[in-house]
């Protein structure tokens, strides 16, 4: 392909090497010369990649192997600390093919912490609770680069009593680019301001300009059943967004959401947090 083909050119100018070795799309035997080359299926650094449906993960193979292993270990009466150490690194690179998935886990990290190695204890209720839910959210831990961005940008915002959503319709190019621009890595966050200073989000200027300027509709404004703490309920608007705007369409799509708490927008695109009451 066109992309391909500059991407070599360009490693070629910068004298670097190029993995010729690793045998897959670009580099593949007889690539260079073939006027279209490339394959639509691939595996790179354990993740598989389906051109044509979009879908990213890692091989379904593995992931039920690692359930699989994950259950076992689950049935045994005890567990060690270097055992269940394994057990939840096996998870990492997983679940980073859907990020929410990493919430599940939060009791097994402390606990895990807490034991010494050599020393076998009884599974605590929770801890097993939480191994046996990832192994079997393995079989959702995937992503897809080919769902249609949602023209639909919304935005939320809550107080410790009041919350709602706001939203405005963008061109197709605008959703792009908007995605684009939005946080995707995050950090660990916590509702301790004092333990934990957070970075100040860095904008783009153009961003805040969109966001001021842009014809904002009401969708939703209702008032908390039960007051606490601003960020969960900042957090609680972004996932009752994120349900009704699912409601709207049959259609798998990528949503754009803006809030103005760096606690949420740090913990939802990281995919957890220290936080047991935010994750």
Same mark, same amino acid.
């Given at each position: 392909?066109?992309?391909?083909?500059?991407?070599?050119?360009?490693?070629?100018?910068?004298?670097?090497?190029?993995?010729?070795?690793?045998?897959?799309?670009?580099?593949?035997?007889?690539?260079?010369?073939?006027?279209?080359?490339?394959?639509?299926?691939?595996?790179?650094?354990?993740?598989?990649?389906?051109?044509?449906?979009?879908?990213?993960?890692?091989?379904?193979?593995?992931?039920?192997?690692?359930?699989?292993?994950?259950?076992?270990?689950?049935?045994? !009466? /005890?567990?060690?600390?270097?055992? &269940?150490?394994?057990?939840?690194?096996?998870?990492?690179?997983?679940?980073?093919?859907?990020? !929410? /998935?990493?919430?599940?886990?939060?009791?097994?990290?402390?606990?895990?912490?807490?034991?010494?190695?050599?020393?076998?204890?009884?599974?605590? %209720?929770?801890?097993?609770?939480?191994?046996?839910?990832?192994? &079997?959210?393995?079989?959702?831990?995937?992503?897809?680069?080919?769902?249609?961005?949602?023209?639909?940008?919304?935005?939320?915002? %809550?107080?410790?009593?009041?919350?709602?959503?706001?939203?405005?319709?963008?061109?197709?190019?605008?959703?792009?680019?908007?995605?684009?621009?939005?946080?995707?890595?995050?950090?660990?966050?916590?509702?301790?301001?004092?333990?934990?200073?957070?970075?100040?989000?860095?904008?783009?200027?153009?961003?805040?300009?969109?966001?001021? /300027?842009?014809?904002?509709?009401?969708?939703?404004?209702?008032?908390?059943?039960?007051?606490?703490?601003?960020?969960?309920?900042?957090?609680?608007?972004?996932?009752?967004?994120?349900?009704?705007?699912?409601?709207?369409?049959?259609? !798998?799509?990528?949503?754009?959401?803006?809030?103005?708490?760096?606690?949420?927008?740090?913990?939802?695109?990281?995919?957890?947090?220290?936080?047991?009451?935010?994750?």
């Amino acid at each position: 392909s066109l992309l391909a083909m500059k991407c070599l050119e360009a490693l070629q100018r910068a004298d670097a090497e190029i993995s010729w070795h690793k045998n897959f799309g670009a580099c593949a035997e007889g690539a260079r010369e073939m006027k279209n080359f490339g394959v639509e299926n691939f595996i790179a650094w354990g993740t598989q990649v389906q051109g044509r449906s979009g879908k990213v993960s890692t091989e379904l193979g593995k992931r039920v192997d690692i359930a699989t292993v994950l259950l076992q270990a689950a049935a045994l !009466p /005890c567990t060690e600390k270097s055992l &269940l150490e394994h057990l939840l690194s096996l998870l990492i690179h997983l679940f980073t093919h859907r990020r !929410p /998935c990493l919430a599940m886990l939060h009791r097994a990290h402390k606990f895990v912490k807490e034991l010494a190695y050599g020393v076998v204890v009884e599974w605590p %209720a929770d801890v097993r609770d939480e191994v046996i839910a990832c192994s &079997l959210c393995l079989c959702v831990a995937e992503a897809n680069v080919r769902w249609r961005v949602s023209e639909r940008i919304s935005s939320t915002d %809550a107080t410790p009593t009041d919350g709602g959503s706001t939203f405005t319709l963008v061109s197709e190019d605008l959703a792009h680019a908007l995605y684009r621009a939005a946080e995707s890595k995050g950090l660990a966050t916590t509702l301790r301001s004092d333990l934990v200073e957070l970075p100040d989000p860095q904008c783009d200027p153009l961003l805040k300009d969109f966001f001021q /300027c842009a014809r904002w509709e009401l969708s939703r404004q209702h008032a908390f059943p039960q007051t606490q703490h601003v960020n969960l309920q900042e957090l609680g608007e972004v996932v009752l967004e994120t349900h009704e705007s699912a409601a709207l369409s049959l259609e !798998p799509l990528r949503l754009i959401n803006a809030s103005d708490s760096a606690v949420t927008i740090f913990a939802a695109a990281k995919g957890r947090s220290p936080s047991l009451l935010l994750n």
